[in-house]
């Protein structure tokens, strides 16, 4: 049987992957609040700022937390263009083709990783100044996991402050609650995207420092094609537009993953090793069949 | 060519509609020769195989309207089903394909049901989700597929079953043992696709597809019942790809579970969209020019460079089709005519 601290630990490890998910999810939810369409290719900026912290720490030398700004900043920026080059100019087309634009962007994001990385696979990690780990009732938590941990409750925090409490903010539940309305009432529906993908993608940035850079982290141009998947997985389990939702979704399934990872997997014999990815997506599927419109979304 | 617009159409103009897909299926039959090497008719084939699919998946997401990413899932079922039901029951050729559209159709119904009620974005993710699950399934239930390392049913070492090979098909005594017997062999079941599908697009079904498209709750009002229709759109999809899978599983002799992940979803319905989802003619040429612009895009220098700078030319690709041309590339003609006008 597990022990007390095994449960501990996994405990610890869901809420450290849970942290991850909500960033990502909760940029996506965001997204798709104003624009109405699944960003395949957010989890995507994830994984560049990874990558530019890596680079920017590695070949620069420059400081973690300053590697940390250029990185989402970069990644802001990037968020920005994929809004007026790619989902503008076919703003007002059918869905399926604002889908099909997504998917080139999640390709065009992957083939830029593979340039910068050169394909090659082992960069090292990125290197940060806090070394080590802290015990806390018997789970192990290195000092970077308890950085992600303790910044994405602010994070969180932030983005309810600014979108609930500014006006810039109260545009972009107008626009995602009624596009014409919003334009009626003279909000422009441009900067709302802007504003909308600036943060989101910020939000992937900062989560993409912080969780690359969490000792032994496999960085990879293809690391993120999963998380994206469980994001979206998420965003529906919380009920698609809901930030609440996908904030508590990606809690649920990171601690799922976890839980499920350390403690059941070897007692259920089909479930084994190799499923371990794949919990959340029975997770899902399990919950659309009894509850289609997700935990807080409305029908 | 301008004036005989004007005419009333006779017998003259219907013929002249009927010209380019007849000049198309003269160029389909003769194909093999027109290319001569035995990579491109390799090429012809896997597109051949492939249209069927992409065909199936606009049936449901071009016609009916409803995006779904599994159409791997269900070729990956199509061309498990087939490799087993050759290697551990015996089956036939003819027989294994029909019954692996069969089980695939089956699966599609049972994934259907719950997932039809779905609307929209919902239904897309959970197929995205069910599809992933999938891939997890091919490549770690052993007994089955297995697993990672592939299923080889090649003459020679088959992996399960010692000393079975997968058998060629044949018709009476004909052996369809080269690459180009092949080709027209899955240029037969690619026609007979195209048939029953137009054959469908006619009937009330079909009609019922596309009303449900256009305004749901409005084809509910005029009695069509879309949970119905949408399961028929379903079934079929699956079935078309489940073919499809069977015809691939017989072609490769070798199934790896990674050739059936989102990844190849997300091809199909790029394939569906590029190439204009309200026709045949649309659906096949985006599936033509999904796996050609890959060959065209093989460039001199290092392995992992090339693809990133396929991918990335790919991706640049659809990108400004999809910008400039938003009904497909069947409707690259109506953009010259526009330029001339105006």
Redesign the interface.
């Known amino acids: 049987m597990p022990t007390f601290e095994t449960f501990v630990q996994c405990m610890v490890n869901g809420f450290v992957v849970g942290s991850g998910y909500t960033l990502v999810a909760l940029g996506l939810t965001m997204i ?1 609040g104003v624009l109405r ?2 960003n ?1 290719g957010h989890g995507n900026l994830l994984m560049l700022s990874a990558f530019i912290t890596l680079f920017a720490g590695q070949l620069l030398k420059i400081g973690y937390v300053w590697a940390l700004f250029i990185a989402t900043g970069i990644t802001m920026v990037l968020g920005i263009l994929s809004y007026f080059a ?1 989902f503008r ?2 703003r007002n ?5 604002l ?3 997504a ?6 994001l ?3 990783a ?2 910068m990385t ?2 090659k696979s082992l960069w090292g990690s990125i290197p940060i100044p806090w070394q080590g780990s802290l015990k806390f009732v018997g789970a192990t938590v290195s000092k970077q996991e308890l950085l992600l941990l303790c910044l994405t409750p602010l994070l969180i925090l932030g983005v309810y402050g600014f979108i609930y409490r500014t006006k810039t903010g109260n545009s972009i539940r107008a626009v995602a609650q009624d596009p014409l309305a919003a334009a009626l009432v003279g909000i422009r529906e441009d900067r709302v995207m802007v504003v909308t993908f600036a943060l989101a993608s910020a939000l992937a940035g900062v989560a993409g420092s912080l969780v690359g850079a969490i000792p032994g982290m496999a960085l990879s141009p293809t690391m993120a ?2 998380l994206t ?1 469980k994001a ?2 998420i ?2 389990f919380g009920g ?1 537009g809901s930030m609440t939702g996908a904030i508590i979704a990606g809690y649920i399934i990171g601690l799922t993953e976890s839980l499920s990872a350390g403690l059941i997997q070897g007692y259920i014999p089909f479930l ?1 090793k ?2 371990a ?2 919990y ?3 997770i ?2 399990i919950f ?2 009894l509850k ?1 419109e ?1 935990l807080f979304g409305e029908k | 060519m301008e004036k005989n617009k004007e005419n009333p159409p006779s017998r003259l103009s219907g013929l002249r509609k009927k010209t380019p897909p007849l000049l198309i299926l003269l160029v389909a039959l003769g194909l093999p020769y027109l290319l001569g090497d035995e990579y491109y008719i390799h090429v012809a084939v896997k597109i051949a195989i492939w249209c069927i699919a992409v065909l199936g998946l606009g049936i449901l997401a071009g016609f009916t309207g409803q995006i779904s990413v599994a159409q791997a899932s269900f070729l990956g079922i199509g061309a498990y089903a087939s490799s087993l039901l050759v290697l551990k029951a015996g089956f036939p050729f003819w027989a294994c394909v029909f019954s692996a559209g069969i089980i695939s159709a089956m699966v599609g119904i049972l994934i259907g049901y719950p997932f039809l009620r779905l609307r929209g974005h919902y239904f897309a993710i959970s197929t995205l989700a069910f599809c992933i699950l999938m891939a997890h399934i091919f490549s770690n239930w052993v007994f089955l597929t297995a697993g990672p390392p592939g299923v080889t049913m090649g003459p020679g070492q088959v992996s399960g079953i010692p000393g079975a090979s997968l058998p060629i098909p044949f018709v009476g005594e004909f052996l369809f043992d080269t690459k180009t017997s092949y080709y027209y062999l899955v240029l037969f079941f690619l026609l007979l696709a195209i048939y029953v599908m137009d054959r469908l697009l006619r009937s009330t079904a079909g009609r019922a597809f596309v009303a449900m498209r256009e305004d749901e709750d409005l084809s509910r009002a005029v009695g069509i019942d879309p949970t119905r229709y949408k399961l028929f759109a379903f079934f079929l999809s699956a079935f078309f790809a489940g073919v499809s899978g069977s015809l691939y599983a017989h072609y490769v002799h070798f199934l790896s579970a990674d050739s059936f992940n989102f990844l190849e979803s997300f091809f199909i319905l790029m394939a569906v969209i590029i190439g204009g989802k309200d026709s045949i003619l649309g659906l096949i040429l985006g599936a033509i020019f999904i796996n050609l612009l890959p060959e065209f895009l093989s460039f001199p220098a290092a392995a992992t460079m090339i693809s990133a700078l396929s991918m990335a030319i790919l991706a640049v690709i659809l990108v400004v089709i999809i910008i400039f041309l938003p009904g497909g590339l069947v409707d690259i003609g109506k953009l010259f005519r526009s330029k001339k006008h105006g």
């Open positions: 798709f369409i699944p395949f790619l100019p076919v087309a059918p869905p399926l083709n889908l099909i634009i998917i080139g962007l999640y390709f065009l992957e083939a830029i593979v340039f050169q394909g094609s999963m998947a979206f997985v965003v529906i698609l084994g190799g499923y990815d794949a959340a997506f029975i899902l599927l659309v069949i289609p997700g």
